[in-house]
């Protein structure tokens, strides 16, 4: 085990995740899900955690990892179309994480998600948690929308609200 990891871990707080996304900020992405997915058939779930707990950090789990764990857990696999997207951020390795359902998985190559999370992760690194997180969501939804534009019936089946962990 990593103890700088560690460290960052342990003075990762819930409330230092709240001041970085505050109400005001997580309105915001909420808005910003919900207008985006009219632009397509996708659903978009937004997760942010502070950090992981002590028995993880010793299993040596990685953000990606995590971010697999949850997406079944938090119910993005079960969209009509599997159309679901999990945008996971963990503040404490100052990564994001994209998970695709099998709908999308296949039609985007893994290097343009990749540029969404690079996107975010530079906002925040600089302090900019709501404009890198609205920016993400939009740089997702343009993926979405290239491959699954919005049809009539357009049913938003995931919460737009940001789940804080």
């Keep these: 085990m990593d103890p700088r990891r560690f ?42 955690e502070a950090e992981l707990g002590t028995f993880a950090l010793l299993a040596d789990r ?15 696999h079960r969209t009509a179309e599997r159309t679901g997207v999990l945008i996971y951020v963990l503040l404490a390795d100052q990564r994001v994480e994209i998970v695709a359902d099998q709908g999308i998985a296949a039609r985007v190559a893994q290097a343009e998600w990749q540029a969404a999370c690079a996107l975010m992760q530079e906002s925040f690194r600089a302090g900019r948690f709501e404009a890198g997180a609205v920016a993400g969501i939009e740089a997702v939804s343009a993926l979405l929308a290239k491959h699954f534009p919005a049809g009539e019936g357009n049913a938003n089946e995931l919460p737009d609200q940001p789940l804080m962990l």
């Design 7 to 48: 460290w960052r871990h342990v003075v990762m707080t819930p409330w230092k995740a709240r001041q970085a996304f505050p109400p005001a900020a997580r309105e915001a992405i909420a808005r910003a899900i919900a207008a985006q997915e009219k632009r397509h058939r996708g659903e978009l779930r937004f997760v942010v």
């Design 62 to 76: 990685t953000p990606r990892a995590r971010a697999v764990e949850l997406f079944p857990r938090l119910g993005v």
